[in-house]
């Protein structure tokens, strides 16, 4: 079987691709990648500190591979650092970098970009689907996700530390995207079919 890694927040949306990988039996997947704070220790704008990642990673039963550097950090930078790392996945053998992300084509230009310079294919599973669709397929297969992260003028303060239930996005505001794809909210995904145990929860 081919080898694949994944682009990690440790949230519902890379968690979902993760899932469709695994369980269409796509992709074999040794590693887990994702980028940490150095200062805070933690997945920038999510919040989340490394040691819930580490633990996510124990779980599942996949490597976290982790990139650490100083946020917010200058694009051009983060392309070359980035692209240094995929080009060591494909030393090992890992062709393909599987993303979360749903339908903000600016970013998934610069993604496939930094894929095309380490040459390595960019996999996007999730891509097109409806928000509202995809979270209620999240929660539909088994997953638990917390709510860790929110932007106050999008979405009341109560709802940090939530857990993430179909009641809670469909009583959104219509502006906000129900996968929280503009940056609304995000998650840290801490149980579910591909766990072999709960992890313990960051807030």
Request: glycine residues 8%; contains cysteine.
């Amino acid at each position: 079987m081919k080898k694949a890694f994944v682009s990690w927040s440790g949230g519902k949306d890379s968690m979902l691709a993760l899932h469709y990988v695994l369980e269409g039996g796509w992709y074999e997947v040794p590693f887990l990648f994702v980028m940490i704070d150095r200062d805070t220790q933690s997945v920038p704008i999510h919040q989340v500190h490394k040691r819930f990642i580490t633990r996510q990673g124990l779980s599942l039963g996949i490597h976290t591979r982790k990139l650490y550097y100083k946020y917010p950090i200058d694009n051009k930078l983060y392309e070359r650092w980035v692209t240094s790392e995929y080009k060591l996945m494909k030393i090992r053998g890992i062709d393909t970098c599987v993303f979360g992300d749903i339908h903000l084509d600016d970013v998934r230009e610069f993604k496939e970009h930094i894929c095309h310079k380490a040459g390595i294919r960019a996999v996007f599973p999730l891509w097109g689907r409806k928000s509202a669709d995809l979270v209620a397929e999240f929660i539909d297969l088994g997953y638990k996700a917390q709510i860790c992260a929110i932007q106050h003028d999008k979405i009341d303060i109560s709802s940090q530390g939530k857990e993430l239930t179909k009641d809670w996005f469909n009583a959104l505001h219509p502006s906000v995207d129900r996968a929280g794809e503009n940056g609304e909210y995000h998650t840290f995904v801490w149980d579910g079919p591909l766990f072999k145990f709960p992890v313990e929860k960051p807030c």
